[in-house]
């Protein structure tokens, strides 16, 4: 496999990369001292050895009174400065940046006075070393080097006070083994692409444009193939659902790999950073307002889910299913999912030597959430049609947008629920914070105790601090105390769009029998959600109407993510349904078993052998977490070898 080879490559080139610039406290101390003028060093209480996205500042104040120094940092929005060191007359300290993937904002202030004596903005390096002197106006030490000085860029100056900030090392680009890393996976895929498909797949291309016939699509909405072409599952017992064994296969039919394939690139990237994903801040999620990579593959894999609920529910019509079968099904299945997001999360921090402490348990989850999804689009599903390739709709004036007449009524049940999400989010009235609060609490204005505005309220008043996230991801960005759950209950509501989404782009592929059709329908999804969400944020991280934020699951969160699953489904399909020019692997393989990876990575995090302690070091980490993700590619490559699906 593509993927485990890489690794086997990456071993020697990312552990000799990133790698603290001081391994012990001695080494540090020494390089400083031949730096400074004597008995200016601030005694470290530092352990000499920094950490992922971490900087140390010594502070040196050379002047006679006390003075406060406050930082804030640039990915804080509209947050008040806040105090990390406080020197006396003449004194030293250091202090920790803690996120250097950001710039930093220094206002020092005498103390009792609000007022700055000086500002800095100044962009540090991870793993650097840096020096900040606060001196009488050209008192700089003489022993100093002042050409060779690289200052911050002084905002305020004083015509009394100079802040002067300068670099003691140059630690290394901490991007390089991500580069590495990259390069060994594109020269890896180049060489499949290049020598061994042409070898091994010399098939003539699909033409763009079919014959007209419809392909089965019999993908189940978290990844199990059917029961036709299953040799060996696992049920817990249970009896197949809608996602099994509803469909005959065909010989003259296909199964859509590029769905397949979309879910194992979700399910793969969100393995990938919940190990971790090397440490790199874009591998995490948002602070607040924003779109990382693992802000993408929770949205995605609602998506996909969405888009094989159309194809199943279409099995089950062509199979005269009773709509109180089906409703037992959904039910069912909604149940099971719940059921397991539940048992997930005991794995987590409720849990101690004596047991889960049902009194901390948390309720929302990523199971949580596709259970309340599925269950909603599928009971509004249930009193009209499936998709279906209508002959005689063909001849009618709105046959080019027939897969949306076909649920119009299913249309305005979604667009109130987001009337119902936006009114909520915008006009509910949240005791001591404004109305419509979108902020993260803490620093940011608006109030400290407003985390998250309507949705937070809602989720601690019905559900209670306890049974949610204690913090949220930029909790220590905002200095946030309150608890507040990205997977709580305002947040289903435009889940639920998503998934309606998804299944509009499995309509596409039920209703419209020609490449050519499904793909510039996907596009032009793609382009009109990609438009509203850009209309809605304007363009902006934090000014816009409604920004896109993952914590919320803001409404241009889901239209921004919606979109990018259109084009990606798009692309996907060209590549491998249309043209061959891919197979999906290694994610195909994947996207066939993907509860059993998700429930599986989940209740292995942090266990040998996927994962082990090491140098915390981007190249260290990087490695640990490539390892790991790629153990559950080659399992689920495995299990599909055997013909062993997971199913729920």
Known sequence: MIVFQATSILISSLLSVGVPVFDSPTDSTNHIESSLTPNRLAKPSWDGTLIINQALLYINSTIDLPVGVYITYDSCYQCEPFRVARLDVQSDDQILIDMVYSAVEFTVRISGNTSGICRLHYDFDEFGIYQLMIVQNGSLPVAMDVASLVTGTEIMPSSQYVCNLWPLNHPSNPVIPLIVAVSVLLGASLIYVFVL??????????????????????????????????????????????SVGVLEVRSSRKRIRSLDTFRGVAITLMIFVN?????????????WNGL?????????????????????????????????TILFKVLRRSVILFALGIFVNTAGSSRDHWGTDLSKLRI???????????????????????????????????????????????????????????????????????????GPGGLSPGGPNCTGGAAGYIDRVVLSPAHIYPRFTGAALYHSAMAYDPEGILGCLTSIVLTFLGFQAGCILSVYGCG??????????SLILASLSLLLCKASLNDGWIPINKNLWSLSYILSTGA?????????????????????????FAGMNSILLYVGHELTHGAFPFSWCTP?????????????????????????????????
């Open 197 to 242: 498909f042409p070898m091994h797949h010399r098939r003539r291309l699909r033409k763009l444009c079919c014959d007209g016939e419809n392909e089965t699509l019999i993908n189940s909405e978290l990844g199990e193939p059917p029961s036709s072409s299953v040799g060996t599952s696992v049920t817990g017992g249970i009896t197949p659902d809608i």
């Open 516 to 525: 050519k059709q499904r793909v510039y329908r996907w596009f032009l999804w």
């Open 364 to 438: 929302p989850g990523v199971l949580q959430r596709f259970a309340v999804s599925y269950l909603v689009v599928g009971l509004i599903l249930l009193p009209r049609r499936r998709c279906v390739n209508d002959v005689a709709a063909v001849a009618k004036w709105w046959s080019p947008v027939r897969d949306l007449v076909y649920y119009w009524p299913q249309w305005v049940v979604v667009i109130t629920l987001l009337g119902v999400h936006t009114g909520l989010t915008l006009g509910l009235e949240v005791p001591g914070c404004p109305t419509g609060y979108l």
């Open 564 to 588: 990018m699953a259109f084009f990606l489904v798009a692309i996907l399909y060209i590549l491998i349904d249309l043209f061959s020019f891919w197979s999906g692997s290694p994610f195909y």
């Open 275 to 287: 190990y971790g994903g090397g440490g790199y801040y874009f591998f995490k999620h948002s602070p």
């Open 292 to 324: 990382t990579v693992a802000d993408l593959v929770f949205p995605w894999f609602i998506f996909a889910m969405g888009t094989s609920m159309a194809l199943t529910f279409r099995s089950l019509e062509r199979n005269a299913t009773s709509r109180l």
């Open 616 to 648: 915390v070091t981007h190249g260290y980490r990087l490695f640990v977490n490539i390892f790991g993700t790629t153990l559950w590619l080659i399992i689920a490559y495995y299990c599909h070898y055997i013909k062993f699906f997971v199913k729920v």
